[in-house]
């Protein structure tokens, strides 16, 4: 009977830590963030482990501990009930590969993707242009990304940057203009295609938990939890150019 009793205190003590997390992350501490997340996955049961994975995935990818990162993220994979999910996990392994560096393993993950949607096959060609980025092969790189954008006049737009060779001398409003229409360009433009893989990540990942919130709950429940985060996110990547 106290073991019973005490059930729902432990729950709810999981909640809260698990918000003292977001709270943390929120403010740019992500080891804190990581700790909460980890004393929540300690106490929580394995229905909330699930959830808990990609919060430390997360948090360990903006702390620049990618092979942890990495870890998680294939953690919340192999938990992942859709496949949706898993393709968001999958991208995410991608860019944690990317930032350490390791372009093969970056390949290996894009490669296992399923392009269910055009959406999704943009997105492979977005970071396969950054993996051809990184290995200095423009001419691919361009192609790639030119493939990536969904309007033609981004697609001018990239084919002006590269073949202007703007990306070493990037205009300041060109970029803003850039992240603005699609987070993360700007910051490729400008040279940054780390910087663009993260941003673009982000906020893709952020407008998808506020579909999949509304189409769970309500619209307003998923505009009132993901809006204020969108806003800081998608904002900051122009304003801060």
Do not use: C
């Amino acid at each position: 009977i106290s073991i019973v009793s005490l059930m729902p205190a432990y729950a709810q003590d999981v909640g809260q830590t698990i918000a003292k997390g977001r709270d943390a992350f929120a403010n740019g501490q992500y080891a804190a963030a990581t700790s909460y997340y980890r004393r929540a996955l300690f106490f929580g049961n394995d229905s909330v482990a699930g959830h808990i994975y990609p919060l430390i995935a997360q948090s360990q990818l903006h702390a620049g501990n990618f092979e942890e990162s990495l870890f998680f993220f294939g953690l919340a994979f192999n938990s992942a009930g859709s496949d949706s999910l898993k393709n968001e996990y999958t991208f995410s392994r991608v860019l944690a590969s990317i930032m350490l560096g390791d372009t093969d393993l970056a390949r290996q993950y894009l490669y296992t993707i399923n392009a269910s949607s055009g959406y999704i096959l943009r997105r492979q060609y977005f970071y396969s242009g950054l993996i051809h980025l990184m290995t200095n092969n423009f001419e691919k790189a361009q192609s790639e990304l030119i493939y990536a954008a969904e309007h033609d006049h981004i697609k001018e737009l990239v084919m002006n940057a590269f073949q202007n060779a703007a990306l070493h001398k990037p205009r300041i409003a060109t970029a803003r203009t850039l992240s603005a229409v699609i987070p993360g360009l700007g910051q490729l433009y400008a040279g940054n295609p780390l910087a663009a893989a993260n941003s673009f990540l982000l906020n893709t990942g952020l407008i998808a938990l506020a579909v999949y919130t509304a189409a769970r709950y309500t619209f307003l429940d998923g505009a009132a939890s993901i809006i204020p985060w969108l806003t800081r996110y998608y904002m900051g990547g122009f304003i801060i150019l």
